[in-house]
């Protein structure tokens, strides 16, 4: 009998340690920023983000110089030009004015595609280490640390079911 409560309670121990050990995820964190940032594909998108950078801004500002030499010309022409005339070339500063704005709204919008697109390959890699070495080390969840990050990772119990269930949804 007094080896029988032996056991009992060494079963008891066992089985509550266990569920203590099981109750307590393993919590990381990293700063995906700083990571990102110390990749050496990062240097090589950084140096194509910026030689794009510096295309787009020699375009406008040819754009631009040329804009500033018609308004010149024309202003010093003016009083020598019908209205009509004037009228016309007014319109046509107007017009270029109109298309360096746009030219400008383009370039921009094509720099954050190709950012997007040169950053896509750099994250998920960092993802996919970061998980590899998370899983590697037995942590359930990987905060990122980063200004205004989340969760990276996830493999502790999620309680959306269980809370659901508890609101009757």
């Known amino acids: 009998m007094k080896h029988f409560k032996t056991f009992l309670f060494a079963a008891a121990l066992f089985i509550g340690a266990t569920s203590f050990t099981q109750a307590q995820s393993k919590v990381a964190h990293i700063n995906t920023q700083e990571l990102i940032k110390a990749m050496p594909e990062m240097n090589t998108a950084q140096a194509e983000m910026d030689k794009l950078g510096k295309t787009y801004e020699a375009d406008i500002q040819s754009m631009v110089t040329e804009y500033q030499n018609k308004l010149k010309q024309y202003e010093a022409e003016a009083a020598t030009k019908t209205d009509e005339e004037n009228q016309k070339r007014s319109m046509e500063i107007q017009t270029m004015q109109q298309n360096i704005q746009q ?7 094509e ?3 190709k950012e997007i ?3 896509k390959p750099i994250t998920e890699k960092a993802k996919a280490a970061i998980l590899k070495v998370a899983r590697a080390q037995g942590f359930d969840y990987v ?3 980063t200004q ?5 990772m ?3 119990k999620n309680l959306i079911d269980d809370v659901k269930k508890e609101l009757g949804i």
């Open 103 to 109: 030219y400008q709204g383009q370039a921009q919008q």
């Open 154 to 156: 996830a493999d502790g």
């Open 111 to 113: 720099m954050q595609k």
């Open 117 to 119: 697109d040169l950053l």
């Open 143 to 145: 905060l990122d640390s």
């Open 148 to 152: 205004g990050g989340g969760v990276i």
